[in-house]
């Protein structure tokens, strides 16, 4: 299954695995509750930026929050992930 070989969380240290080769801490979210707007996939939540994300759209799932200070968002990038050419570089490297 695609979905399975780009996508595989790690319930016993709570992470997720992206493309083989990108480690995020957070979960992927039951499908049954939650589906990207933009794709109708599987969403993560990202516990390093207290926020959705799509990883195979690349994209955040909602705004920042517009605290300046709020720890989650002042260093949040652009994009969740590294772009799909520095995906491969990751797991080929």
Known sequence: MEDLEF???????GTVIIAGCYRINGQVMDT???KCAYCNSE???YDDYDAYIC???NKWLEKKCGDSNC???LNRPE???PNANELRRLKYN
Request: net charge neutral.
């Open 55 to 57: 990883a195979y759209c």
């Open 32 to 34: 049954d509750i939650k």
């Open 7 to 13: 996508i595989l969380e790690n319930p016993s240290d």
């Open 43 to 45: 969403v993560i939540y």
């Open 71 to 73: 720890r989650y968002c």
């Open 79 to 81: 994009k969740p992930l």
